[in-house]
């Protein structure tokens, strides 16, 4: 089992109704490349979202991919490699006036973004790219220094983590590699299997997850892993 997980790993590719390039491989095991952050890591403000932790991830999983807005791949023009790329259809501090918000919150299925088949941004993510523009839309990060463990479980700690990273890619009609992340049962396959904690740490001989981004912070790892080695409960 798990090997034929890892191979569907290895052939990831994100189904969408957008005509797809060849399957982006990082070049040595490498993630393509994003801006540094205009400012150095602080300690998280809870009340501030923060472009390479709470933004980023959302673009890279739902929108930088292959045969849409990222790794090589432009369509309409539009590019999310790059913080300048995703500034391009921002207004910052008025997300009602900026391309990408009208975009995700559109009703039509033939404006809407993600496309069908792939699953639409959940009011979570959007609420966070809606108030990441209207705080300033500014290209920061924060390091999580208040990293709790004591009460993890999947609802309220992993699937807030899966959900931001990893949905976007594995859900939909299509999901990358026929391996679908959308409830408790889906996760806990790689979960049980190994493949959940050996590609978000970047092991050896793994594909490092997220595909097209930065790796997860130590908090997020150390909240899966004390998770999967609860036994990866369904609470």
């Known amino acids: 089992?798990?090997?034929?997980?890892?191979?569907?790993?290895?052939l990831c590719v994100f189904a969408i109704s957008c005509e797809h390039d060849p399957l982006y491989t990082p070049v040595d095991g490498e993630n393509p490349p994003i801006d540094e952050p205009d400012e150095p890591g602080e300690e998280c403000d809870p009340d501030k979202i923060y472009f390479v932790n709470d933004v980023l991830p959302i673009i890279n999983s739902n929108c930088?991919?292959?045969g849409c807005h990222g790794n090589g791949s432009s369509q309409d023009g539009?590019?999310?490699e790059t913080y300048a790329g995703i500034m391009e259809e921002i207004e910052a501090?008025?997300?009602?006036?900026?391309?990408?918000?009208e975009v995700i919150t559109e009703d039509d299925p033939d404006k809407i973004m993600p496309p069908?088949?792939?699953s639409p941004l959940t009011s979570e993510q959007i609420a966070i790219l809606r108030d990441w523009i209207n705080q300033g839309a500014t290209n920061e990060e924060c390091?999580?220094?208040?990293?709790?463990?004591?009460?993890?479980?999947?609802a309220e700690s992993v699937w807030p983590i899966i959900q931001n990273n990893c949905t976007g890619c594995h859900s939909g009609g299509n999901p990358q590699g026929g391996i679908s992340l959308t409830n408790y049962s889906q996760v806990a396959v790689i979960a049980e299997n190994g493949l959940l904690i050996n590609v978000v740490n970047h092991e050896p001989g793994f594909v490092a997850?997220?595909?097209?981004?930065?790796?997860?912070?130590?908090?997020?790892?150390?909240?899966?892993?004390?998770?999967?080695?609860?036994?990866?409960?369904?609470n």
Do not use: R
């Open 1 to 10: 089992m798990k090997k034929i997980f890892f191979t569907l790993m290895l």
């Open 64 to 66: 930088a991919i292959s």
């Open 78 to 80: 539009v590019n999310f």
């Open 93 to 101: 501090f008025n997300a009602t006036d900026s391309e990408i918000y």
């Open 116 to 118: 069908p088949p792939s």
């Open 143 to 154: 390091t999580n220094t208040a990293c709790d463990l004591t009460n993890v479980n999947f």
């Open 209 to 234: 997850m997220p595909f097209n981004g930065n790796q997860l912070d130590q908090c997020s790892i150390d909240t899966l892993e004390d998770w999967v080695n609860q036994g990866y409960p369904d």
